[in-house]
């Protein structure tokens, strides 16, 4: 079973930022649309970000403007650069495909929000 590899999460305060980084393999990565979801304790797992093949980017409204998706082609590595952390942002944060091939689950990174 192939996984992606997600790193950069922690604990911050609210207000701060993370940068978050997901490395796949390029049969997963190349020409084809990546996302960032997460998953908070007791809840179903979440979209958070798409970027295309072509960079198009898209974001549902509780993340619209804080957060930041983006790619890197050459280094097959999608990243989630978030800023204004709040505390409803704590979730453990997962990369795959848009839409998401449940065999590519990684473990995810954790990112904590709390003062």
């Known amino acids: 079973q192939v996984q992606l590899v997600e790193s950069g999460g922690g604990a911050v305060q609210p207000g701060g930022s993370l940068r978050l980084s997901c490395a796949a393999p390029?049969?997963?990565?190349?020409?084809?649309?990546m996302a960032w979801y997460r998953q908070a304790p007791g809840k179903g797992r979440e979209l958070v970000a798409t970027?295309?093949?072509?960079?198009?980017?898209n974001y549902p409204d509780s993340v619209k403007g804080r957060f930041n998706i983006s790619r890197d082609n050459a280094k097959n590595t999608v990243y989630l650069q978030m800023n204004s952390l709040k505390p409803e942002d704590t979730a453990v944060y997962y990369c795959?495909?848009?839409?998401?091939?449940?065999?590519?689950w990684g473990q995810g990174t954790q990112v904590t929000v709390s003062s």
């Open positions: 795959n495909r848009f839409p998401s091939n449940p065999q590519y």
């Open positions: 390029g049969s997963i990565f190349s020409g084809n649309g």
């Open positions: 970027i295309t093949s072509r960079g198009s980017t």
